[in-house]
């Protein structure tokens, strides 16, 4: 590894900060269009297939019968034991809290991974494109500022894209949901097919579909389809589901052009006065705590929502007193999340019903109000989508339910359960100036690096869309027959949704934006943003898919410009 | 929300509590003790392996026992428990010996398997007047950690059983690489619930 200086010819072509799911697109694209490229991952080595140490490992071999080791995680990892994937099977891939503290001015529940490939292991793999309801969103209400980009000019990205991470869905012909390259969809099971039939009768405006999934359902891109194990989470040895670890690192590998450097931690960008270009990445080597620094022509912050934020905050200069790139003072601002209800209810009448197999995805209602004046509310704007699934009841959810004990018990808890359907609402949020990431003024982390500090809450029309998909969901399910209809809050603390975007925004007007319409700096020209911080809006639908397109995009119109000489 | 969160929040809410606030609720802020020692002497030994088939008897299937429960139980109390937990389960564990020699005048493990079965309902019944004031947790653990002796020893059999290879292989349908998932098949009386991974 050779260390970077100011004074030698850049070390690399490109500089891609994060192997997540942007920076893993990052580090393919630009490599297979021959630049060198080094990718720089704050977390642990881990080798696909290899590493997986806890896939299709037996549920007899968890420990304590799979209950939570108490100390340990309300000790080390109060944040990150907040996820329903987190156990003993998954802990190594969660960074720890205690080790890793930030500040939450307001409540913000960071998921943070600590290996390469990122929140790619670790993600539901929901895949959806977005639309110009979303990309015109901003412009027509007035709420934040105008995206640069409309659907026309992302729509091939989302077709390359999901022709590589291989997506399983169904097509429905919806503007607002447009179709995209799908394998085989997923199966419906008894009762969900029966929820759709009563929806789509009862609402003829409104659609339930099989989830569309970063899961392989054929086999495919040199990658296995799903044998439906369960726990994508514990890794994937075939590479069915989608992860940088099992697709895009792999192929940009395959160039020769790669260089891989984990535990390595950015600190910050340094830019040269004159040029206003980066010069050099500080780096500081999470094992030993050295300090260094690599040149690259381009760079590429993959780095995750917020801490590209933190990156960029923590990159002042004289140039930039108040952050990289951060002429227009928008950075760290405009942070949003998805949040939402959760909807329950026991669904009698399909006792001679079951399925076998897990499958390891929802199903799907698309965003069914204010699309047209015939949907239009008066209480809040944009909207809102439901995942759920029905399912039968298990041991576990019987246990305390089922009284006595001797072989009644036993064999009651032996046999499936009763259904029930969950749906969990997922809504938009505004991007609101106060919605902010900041430094904090004192509290830095153990490498010296000041601490994140939130200050983010959800609004007065997050509030109505919550209420509003309580009334109507519950609404949907008991006429679809069901019954005991509960509603929990499930995504009430931002982060909880683990959508955060925001605080690096695209925009036509650098007096009001950091990046432009191809996701490059407008101060800075050799600077890339391209996962969730750049986001303009948040739409209610799940963004990866986004970023992993606007990525593929912006390596394309990067090293154009860089061959035009112009960066 | 992935399908195992499901389940977690069905737990909840099948109990028939849904107070937002309060599920949102983890607690996990006693410490156990792990001292790695073993709480149980010989008599307890055999007395927590006849409760636990007393709960999970062998039927068409292997029972608690054979599952290897009595060791699992065993272990939570020692390792897992929280002292405050540990005391209200090695309390009733000599509370229900004190009643069979108050009723039988038999130590427990001495008592005729009805006496014992009797004794267990007698227990149950006083769990049964327990009323949590502890908000209902998300994770699969019970969070609140004075709940009575015959719920702790129920909730440790139940988890031991389903979580051992024995009761997962014989009592559940386990297959780790089902290689599709079908969406809609008939439910025989000889259909066993599809195990958790």
New interface residues.
Partial sequence: MMKGSFDQAADFDAIVVGSGISGGWAAKELTEKGLKVLVLERGKNLRHGIDYFSE?Q???T?P?????L??L??EEYPIQ??N??FDEMTRPYFLNDKQNPYQQQKAFNWTRSDIVGGKSLLW?RQVYRWSDLDFEANKKDGHGIDWPIRYADIKDWYSYVESFIGVSGEALGLDHLPDGIFQKP?????VE?SIKANIEHNHPDRVLTIGRTAVQTEPKNGRGAC?????CERGCSVGAYFSSLSSTLPAAEKTGNLTMRPESIVEALEVDPVSKKITAVKVIDAATGERMRFSGRLVFLCASAMASNQILLNSRSETFPNGLANGSGSLGRYIMDHYG??I?A?MPGY??????????N?FYIPRFKNLSDNTKESAFVRGYGF???S???????????V?????Y???A??????W?T?M?GFGESLPRYENQVALHTSKRDRYGIPQLRFNVAFGENEARIREDMVVTGSEMLKQAGGVNI?????N?VPGDAIHEMGGIRMGYDPATSVLNAYNQAHEVVNLFVTDGSCMTSASCVNPSLTFMALTARAADYAVKQLAAGSI | MNRREALRWATVLLGGIASPSALRAISMNSAPSHDNKNYFNEFHSRQVATLAELIIPTTSTPGAIVAGVPQFIAMMVSDWYTEAERSIFMAGLDDINYYCQQQYKNNFNACSVEQQTQALIHFESIAKAYVSTTPPSLTMQTSDEATPFFSKLKELTVLGYFTSEIGITQSLAYNPMPMEYKADIPLTDKTKQWSQY
């Fill in positions: 299709h037996p549920p007899w968890k304590f019968g799979g209950k939570p108490r100390e995680y309300a034991s907040q329903i994937i539901s997923m199966e419906l099971n008894a097919k044998h439906y194990c369960g726990p209800d959760a329950f026991l006792d001679d019903r079951y399925y076998s197999g897990n499958r390891p929802n995942q759920g699934a399912i039968r009841s298990t041991w576990s959810m019987m246990a305390g339910q009284p006595g004990f001797g072989a018990l036993k064999h808890l032996m046999r499936p359960g009763p029930f969950f969990a509960n509603s929990v809050s499930i009430n």
